[in-house]
């Protein structure tokens, strides 16, 4: 019997919002494996009361499935946290190809970046 491929090779969908439908490559990494549609329909639909507008924060981003629907609904903006660096530039490409000027990528353990961020606060 073959083994699923938890890879995170392909491709993440939008599921709702202005870029409903989009389809984006993402990379092939170890353990990356995106947030499925139904569990993003879910967190999306409890959180529509108070998106629209709002600063995301997405640690561990990853395919930057949430982050991007965040956006693709509305949300003022998006930061993105991520530390493997290929998988990094493929979320910049990402929001370069979205033209989501309203977010961005930071290379960097999600840990380490809000503990930077609790203190400086």
């Not at 947030?35 to 507008?53: K, S, Y």
């Amino acid at each position: 019997m073959k083994k699923p491929n938890h890879s995170g090779s392909g491709q993440i969908r939008i599921i709702g919002g202005q870029w409903r439908g989009r389809k984006l490559p993402v990379p092939d990494s170890p353990g990356l494996r995106p947030t499925t549609d139904r569990v993003r329909e879910t967190l999306f639909n409890w959180l529509a009361p108070v998106i629209v507008d709002a600063q995301c924060l997405d640690c561990f981003a990853g395919s930057g499935a949430l982050g991007l629907e965040a956006l693709s609904r509305y949300a003022a903006g998006a930061t993105l946290i991520e530390m493997d660096r290929a998988v990094s530039q493929q979320l910049i490409k990402n929001l370069a190809t979205l033209k989501a000027g309203n977010a961005r990528v930071v290379n960097s353990n999600a840990m380490s970046f809000l503990a930077q961020k609790r203190h400086t606060a």
